[in-house]
Nanobody, 116 residues
């Protein structure tokens, strides 16, 4: 069974920083892309950032230059460093890992709240 455990969410003022972590355990290889989605109240879940096992990263336009995704393949852990946070970044952030099949593994979600 695969588990993704997230940490690092919280409340921060506009312009502040947070770092999210997501550690995978169980029968999962480190070769699959991992990343972060977020869902704000009343909005659809959106892909924030994705990183391959080789370190190639993609970001949604709204976070480019502010967020950085990274990973530690030995620990099967993905990180999201979020700088210059804005109120519109407020959402529940979910980490995921691709599986090599037609489904993803998901974390439980962590709340990020940015006050103005």
């Amino acid at each position: 069974q695969v588990q993704l455990v997230e940490s690092g969410g919280g409340l921060v003022q506009s312009g502040g920083s947070l770092r999210l972590s997501c550690a995978a355990s169980g029968s999962i290889a480190s070769v699959y892309p991992m990343g972060w989605y977020r869902q704000a109240p009343g909005k659809e879940r959106e892909l924030v950032a994705r990183i391959t096992s080789g370190g190639s990263a993609n970001y949604v336009d709204s976070v480019k230059g502010r967020f950085t995704i990274s990973r530690d393949n030995a620990k099967i852990t993905v990180y999201l460093q979020m700088n210059d946070l804005k109120p519109e970044d407020t959402a529940v952030y979910y980490c995921y890992s691709e599986s090599g099949y037609q489904w993803y593994y998901w974390g439980q979600g962590t709340q990020v709240t940015v006050s103005s």
